[in-house]
């Protein structure tokens, strides 16, 4: 099943000029993002490595700074 193009594509109005943004990752994402960890921490059991995910936060503009949302 092919995705249409209003599926995957996503805009934000930044100042009154509108951009294209990457779609928001999806539940197929957190999976392979899960798995990636898991083989790298896992490989750097017995070193003084740590490894750590990126934390996923959305962030919108107001009046003139952005704001974290949760």
Same mark, same amino acid.
């Not at 805009?11 to 083989?39: A, C, L």
């Given at each position: !099943? &092919? ?7 996503? +805009? +934000? ?7 294209? !943004? &990457? =779609? &928001? =990752? $999806? ?7 899960? $798995?990636?960890?898991?083989?790298? &921490? ?10 750590? !995910? +990126? ?16």
């Amino acid at each position: !099943m &092919s995705l249409l193009k209003d599926d995957y594509t996503k +805009e +934000e109005k930044i100042n009154g000029v509108v951009y294209d !943004m &990457s =779609p &928001s =990752p $999806n539940y197929q994402h957190g999976i392979v993002d899960g $798995n990636i960890y898991r083989i790298i &921490s896992t490989g750097l059991q017995g070193t003084v490595c740590l490894a750590f !995910m +990126e934390v996923y936060t959305k962030w919108e503009w107001k009046d003139t700074n952005w704001k974290r949302i949760r």
